[in-house]
């Protein structure tokens, strides 16, 4: 996997051609979200560019750890004169964003998620590296900008996320290389490692087992529902159930796992994960996407239970 030379050139050219430069990932963060967003940025500023993070969503307390969040402001600016988005190639994946994207005068995208739509100056999407953090990576070494210590936790936080603590399938030689140039550069991987698997509060461990308690189970697939009552009532964040899919596909015998999350204003998100089994395409044929192995979409529906029921089924015919 490696980005091209021209689209490299043509990226260094719209950085130095801009003045004002915005940096906004998907709704509902994660840790790939974050680290690249919030790694290229710092990186660029320390190249000498006035460089904003678009902060339009809220962070889950595991991701609090890091380094720049004062940087991720929902205050930011209508347009930019170049407007870079992370780890997201479908408009609808950026929110309140959008407007910021069509009101700016040059945008680009930098990605590795599959199928995506987006219509910008400049698409740089890989899906065959695991993480959008590996790519930051690859732009800041080759268009030579400053890697310091907080850049390279920020990028090595991004790939142990996205890769599962690198075990997804999609973990490749090069992975493992950038992880290592990054602890050579200064990210301190005890540290993140500690703060992001060592450090759960017992809160969440009792709201995840009281989750795969309830878990259903479907031959050789599993279907679990994070409700906003079980939120409440064991005083977690909707975040907090993430690693429950994990756990469910992890289980032997099991290929896929499905956890349906409600959230605000009738949405149901749905995440998936699997073993052997391409569910990519599956979210991408209602409405959403990722990868072969993790993937995940959005129901809209009146009620939890009609939106579990939907969810089911699609489940079902996996």
Same mark, same amino acid.
């Given at each position: 996997?490696?980005?091209?030379?021209?689209?490299?050139?043509?990226?260094?050219?719209?950085?130095?051609?801009?003045?004002?430069?915005?940096?906004?990932?998907?709704?509902?963060?994660?840790?790939?979200?974050?680290?690249?967003?919030?790694?290229?940025?710092?990186?660029?500023?320390?190249?000498?560019?006035?460089? %904003?993070?678009?902060?339009?969503?809220?962070?889950?307390?595991?991701?609090?750890?890091?380094?720049?969040? %004062?940087?991720?402001?929902?205050?930011?600016?209508?347009?930019? /004169?170049?407007?870079?988005?992370?780890?997201?190639?479908?408009?609808?994946?950026?929110?309140?964003?959008?407007?910021?994207?069509?009101?700016?005068?040059?945008?680009?995208?930098?990605?590795?998620?599959?199928?995506?739509?987006?219509?910008?100056?400049?698409?740089?999407?890989?899906?065959?590296?695991?993480?959008?953090?590996?790519?930051?990576?690859?732009?800041?070494?080759?268009?030579?900008?400053?890697?310091?210590?907080?850049?390279?936790?920020?990028?090595?936080?991004?790939?142990?996320? /996205?890769?599962?603590?690198?075990?997804?399938?999609?973990?490749?030689? %090069?992975?493992?290389?950038?992880?290592?140039?990054?602890?050579?550069?200064?990210?301190?991987?005890?540290?993140?490692?500690?703060?992001?698997?060592?450090?759960?509060?017992?809160?969440?461990?009792?709201?995840?087992?009281?989750?795969?308690?309830?878990?259903?189970?479907?031959?050789?697939?599993?279907?679990?529902?994070?409700?906003? /009552?079980?939120?409440?009532?064991?005083?977690?964040?909707?975040?907090?159930?993430?690693?429950?899919?994990?756990?469910?596909?992890?289980?032997?015998?099991?290929?896929?796992?499905?956890?349906?999350? %409600?959230?605000?204003?009738?949405?149901?998100?749905?995440?998936?994960?699997?073993?052997?089994?391409?569910?990519?395409?599956?979210?991408?044929?209602?409405?959403?996407?990722?990868?072969?192995?993790?993937?995940?979409?959005?129901?809209?529906?009146?009620?939890?239970?009609?939106?579990?029921?939907?969810?089911?089924?699609?489940?079902?015919?996996?």
């Amino acid at each position: 996997m490696t980005i091209s030379r021209e689209n490299l050139e043509q990226l260094k050219s719209l950085i130095d051609q801009a003045d004002e430069i915005g940096v906004v990932s998907h709704v509902n963060p994660d840790g790939d979200n974050l680290g690249s967003s919030l790694g290229l940025a710092r990186a660029l500023r320390n190249y000498g560019k006035d460089v %904003e993070v678009l902060g339009h969503d809220t962070i889950d307390n595991y991701l609090k750890f890091l380094p720049d969040l %004062e940087y991720y402001k929902n205050d930011y600016k209508d347009s930019y /004169d170049l407007l870079l988005i992370l780890d997201a190639s479908e408009f609808d994946r950026i929110g309140d964003a959008q407007p910021v994207a069509h009101n700016s005068k040059k945008t680009a995208v930098i990605d590795h998620h599959l199928g995506g739509k987006i219509t910008s100056d400049l698409n740089i999407i890989h899906p065959d590296a695991p993480a959008t953090c590996q790519l930051v990576y690859e732009i800041i070494n080759k268009l030579d900008l400053p890697l310091d210590e907080k850049t390279a936790g920020l990028l090595f936080t991004g790939i142990v996320t /996205d890769t599962g603590r690198f075990m997804y399938y999609d973990t490749n030689r %090069e992975t493992f290389d950038v992880a290592g140039k990054l602890i050579d550069a200064g990210a301190d991987k005890d540290f993140i490692y500690q703060a992001l698997y060592q450090n759960k509060p017992i809160k969440t461990l009792k709201f995840e087992t009281d989750l795969i308690a309830n878990a259903e189970f479907i031959e050789n697939k599993v279907f679990a529902i994070a409700s906003k /009552d079980k939120v409440d009532e064991f005083g977690v964040q909707m975040g907090d159930s993430e690693h429950v899919v994990n756990i469910l596909r992890d289980l032997e015998g099991i290929e896929v796992a499905m956890l349906l999350k %409600e959230y605000d204003n009738g949405e149901y998100k749905v995440s998936m994960r699997s073993k052997g089994i391409d569910i990519a395409k599956v979210a991408r044929e209602n409405g959403g996407g990722g990868h072969v192995n993790a993937s995940g979409f959005s129901i809209f529906d009146d009620s939890l239970e009609s939106a579990a029921k939907k969810a089911y089924e699609i489940l079902k015919n996996i």
